[in-house]
């Protein structure tokens, strides 16, 4: 009896030039493929039938969202060891695999292997995670409301239940990682930490922080070290939890939220802020629309004052996260060389200090979130539905690996608004720029 791995077999050979990175179990109990590789399982065959009707990335993210596939052990091994095999045969524009990479022969065999199977058949249907169904010009303001609530306003009691005390969903800063005491929490404090030193602040200085996620720069800022802050998002939810945990804390006094596109931040009052962050929100600003939005940034400092900006890189002609990415997770994101994005700081009137690359701080960080995802999957799934609860168990799991392979990376860029005269009012050297880390 010819089963579904004798059938599967050949054409992942083609498809990979030789041995395949996974070994296939399909819905049968037949399994095809190396011994030692990660297994991926086939549960039925409407996981090929959604590889016929979303070749490439989508269709794989899909079918494993939907449950038609799934991987027996490590996710972001099997992900790595596909991508591997990707790298190295690269049939096809981009190098993604498809049929169209394969011999006319191969082609054939795998068409008559997808007939025998039932792959042939009506479009399955949606996964059931929410897709992002966006409408408009690209980074208009309304689109980009929009954008940012398909990924923030998941709920706060979701982010509550994956992130650390403080909600800081950015890359964290390990001073200590070999430390069996030190975890994620202390590894955004130490960020947070680090993001005032850099910024200089002092008891009574003004911040504006754009693109405040859940506050945690704002309240930190404010409680230790008695700043004055003014925290904008887009997120309607994160600004209800930002202004419950002001009233909480005591901090009315000194933090202050907005609900707003950084488009709709007036200029600045009196002699402008000492001092403006953007964590990790430039990503969602676009190529066309940044050289606006440093313009911005630059006019909301006093002379003198220093703008501290975290984003993620991408060295690729690829400037989005990907088909899955851009579906499920982040719509309209953006992200360019470092470089581009220091002429772009620098073209708005800013001179830019330093930059610090904390590529390898991601991958410890992101990894903390699955964890936490995997330790507590019921709640999650409670929380959200199994669906969504998947998309976030492959975004982590995919997105730890493109930091760790260097196919993304995550920067801080610390500038100033240079005086009249070019004064930058910074010490001589770097190491007195804001002291000793935390």
Not at 39 to 65: D, F, K, M, N, T
Not at 83 to 104: I, K, N, S
Not at 305 to 312: D, E, K, S, T, Y
Request: glycine share 12%; with cysteine; hydrophobic share 40%.
């Amino acid at each position: 009896m010819t089963t579904v791995a004798d059938r599967l077999g050949p054409v992942l050979t083609a498809l990979f030039a030789g041995e395949p990175p996974v070994r296939l179990r399909a819905w049968d109990g037949s399994e095809t493929g190396p011994e030692a590789a990660p297994v991926v399982l086939l549960r039925s065959h409407r996981a090929l039938r959604r590889l016929l009707w979303q070749p490439g990335e989508l269709g794989v993210a899909e079918a494993y969202i939907a449950g038609d596939l799934d991987v027996d052990g490590d996710l972001a091994e099997g992900l790595s060891r596909v991508w591997q095999a990707v790298r190295d045969r690269r049939p096809a524009p981009g190098g993604r695999l498809r049929l169209a990479g394969l011999r006319p022969a191969d082609a054939a065999r795998a068409a008559g292997a997808a007939l025998r199977l039932g792959a042939f058949g009506p479009r399955p249907p949606a996964p059931g995670a929410p897709r992002a169904r966006l409408s408009g010009q690209v980074h208009s303001t309304a689109r980009d409301r929009a954008a940012i609530s398909h990924h923030y306003d998941l709920s706060n009691d979701w982010y509550a239940a994956l992130l650390d005390p403080s909600m800081a969903y950015s890359c964290g800063y390990w001073t200590a990682p070999d430390d069996p005491g030190y975890g994620l929490a202390d590894a955004q404090r130490d960020k947070l930490e680090l993001i005032c030193r850099k910024l200089a602040l002092t008891p009574g200085a003004r911040l504006l922080d754009v693109g405040c996620g859940w506050g945690g720069l704002a309240l930190y800022a404010a409680r230790e070290h008695g700043v004055h802050v003014t925290a904008v998002t887009r997120s309607r939810e994160q600004r209800d939890h930002v202004a419950s945990r002001i009233r909480e804390s005591g901090l009315g006094d000194l933090v202050q939220v907005r609900l707003g596109h950084y488009r709709d931040i007036g200029p600045a009052a009196g002699a402008g802020y000492d001092a403006v962050s953007a964590v990790e929100m430039g990503e969602h600003v676009g190529e066309r629309d940044y050289p606006g939005f440093a313009a911005r940034l630059h006019g909301q400092l006093r002379p003198g004052g220093r703008l501290f900006v975290q984003q993620m890189s991408r060295a690729s002609a690829a400037p989005g996260g990907g088909a899955f990415i851009e579906a499920y997770i982040a719509p309209d994101m953006h992200m360019r060389p470092v470089g581009r994005t220091v002429d772009m700081l620098e073209s708005a009137g800013l001179e830019v200090r330093s930059v610090e690359s904390v590529r390898e701080h991601y991958v410890r960080t992101i990894r903390a979130w699955l964890r936490t995802l995997e330790e507590d999957w019921p709640r999650f799934t409670a929380l959200a539905g199994e669906p969504t609860a998947r998309v976030w168990r492959l975004y982590l799991a995919g997105s730890a690996l493109a930091f760790a392979e260097r196919r993304m990376g995550v920067d801080q860029f610390l500038a100033v608004r240079p005086a009249p005269g070019g004064r930058s009012g910074m010490p001589g050297t770097p190491s007195r720029w804001y002291g000793a880390r935390p």
